[in-house]
């Protein structure tokens, strides 16, 4: 296996530069300790999170403010829609962020941000006081980017695009999808959380479908012309799935004018196609937080300085994660945990005195097509003076062998191994 869970561990934290710092400060007896706060227990917050309390040696006081008791990620999702893991297994909690690093683990909202006071507020009551922020809150979904979508759609048409129920209605429907019938996928435009992750999910509901359902039809429509590892998908669909993925580009369906939850049906320029399962991926946005704090610009997204994380409205507070403007960096997990341990660092050395290197990140992400039939894409970054920039990158081949391409599934088992166990200890 290319990457076991010790490896990725052990690889993140020397990219990061991370790590038992030396000239590592400590609040001398009886003086408050700094306070950082994290909000969102994602990829990115949960990272964050552990590797301030664990790096700083009890030097800094972490709170973590994240709703959820359980996080599911969304990345590896797919693969319970495609049978290949549990819902158990993507789901994880704050027991050991807590009882093994002392953070703080405060289970609600985070309803508004004080930055003159540098407070958070929470929607059960009160606030909690920082000296530096560090924001994660993933994406919003803008649902009325597809015409006739909503909140109250989603439990008709599932979007799935924040794990956890909305991925167990999906699965559930497409179990109970009629013989014969029409999966149909709009997918989100540009940007958006994990380039290739509709076209996994499109992967993994085929390979669903070709034993249950094999006369079902798959119908993709997109808003892009062209997509991640396109290729990639293209050769696998052809070879796994022969005649079931039709993917119909903007130029080609001419844009969807509506959708109706109740009927199923989604009109395009084009034509109507009634779809007995509908998954809807809306466009998508920094989470509410950091719009209601003044973070976010035009983009609906916070631009950050790329050394450090910082946003560029306020330098006490760093964004990390989907919620970001990074670059050359797609939206994903991996690029998360990247971005936190290099905030980590920096608010490390401005608030004990701790040394900091030159930041460095890395993404990878995997997809599987079928059974063994991994592909991955992938890029090291480094800190520009306006934005983090790819200094090399790589991809899989069209036309690799079994054995290749069996051996980057297993790695990527390793790596979710790895990651979930740098996020949550």
């Known amino acids: 296996m290319g990457i076991t869970r010790r490896g990725f561990a052990k690889g993140t934290a020397a990219i990061a530069g991370v790590g038992l710092l030396t000239g590592m400060g400590r609040a001398a007896y009886g003086q408050a300790r700094p306070k950082v706060v994290v909000i969102g227990g994602g990829a990115g917050g949960a990272t964050a999170a552990r590797y301030l309390a664990k790096d700083s040696q009890g030097a800094i006081d972490v709170t973590l403010i994240e709703p959820t008791k359980a996080y599911y990620t969304c990345f590896f999702s797919n693969l319970y829609l495609g ?3 549990s819902l158990e297994s993507i789901g994880h909690t704050y027991d050991k962020l807590a009882s093994d690093f002392g953070v703080n683990v405060v289970h609600d909202w985070a309803v508004g941000i004080d ?36 909140l109250e ?4 048409m599932p979007h799935a695009w924040k794990a956890g129920t909305q991925t ?13 019938g029409t999966f149909a996928m709009v997918a989100p435009p540009n940007p958006y959380r994990c380039p290739p992750g509709p076209y996994e999910r499109i992967s993994m509901v085929a390979h669903v479908l070709k034993t249950s359902n094999p006369t079902a039809k798959i119908v993709v429509i997109d808003p892009k012309e062209a997509f991640s590892k396109q290729a990639l ?10 005649g079931m993925v039709e993917w119909l580009p903007a130029s080609i369906h001419g844009g969807i004018e509506s959708i109706d939850p109740q009927t199923g049906e989604i009109v395009t320029g084009l034509d109507t196609i009634k779809a007995d399962v509908a998954n809807i991926i809306p466009a998508q946005k920094a989470g ?26 306020d330098a006490n507070i760093h964004v990390i994660g989907d919620a970001c403007i990074a670059g050359d960096m797609p939206k994903s997990g991996f690029s998360a945990n990247s971005q936190a341990k290099v905030a980590a660092m920096a608010i490390r050395a401005d608030l004990t005195g701790s040394n900091k290197f030159p930041p460095r990140f890395s993404n990878t992400c995997w997809s599987l097509i079928a059974t063994d039939d991994g592909v991955k894409v992938g890029a090291r970054y480094e800190a520009g003076e306006e934005k983090i920039t790819s200094v ?33 200890g």
């Open 83 to 85: 049978g290949y893991r």
């Open 115 to 150: 930055r003159d006071a540098k407070t958070v507020a929470l929607a059960g009551g009160g606030s909690v006081p920082y000296d530096k922020l560090v924001v994660s809150p993933g994406i919003d979904l803008i649902y009325d980017s597809v015409p006739g979508y909503s």
């Open 153 to 156: 759609a989603a439990s008709l």
């Open 168 to 180: 167990a209605l999906l699965k559930n429907k497409i179990a109970a999808m009629r013989e014969g």
């Open 233 to 242: 998908f293209m050769e696998g669909w052809e070879k796994h799935y022969p």
């Open 288 to 313: 509410r937080i950091a719009e209601a704090a003044g973070l976010t610009n035009e983009s609906g997204y916070c631009a950050i300085e790329p050394a450090t994380m910082q946003s560029k409205v």
């Open 392 to 424: 090399d990158s790589f991809i899989s081949q069209t036309g690799e062998d079994a054995a290749l391409r069996k051996t980057t599934y297993e790695e990527s088992v390793g790596w979710y191994e790895g990651i979930t166990a740098d996020m949550f």
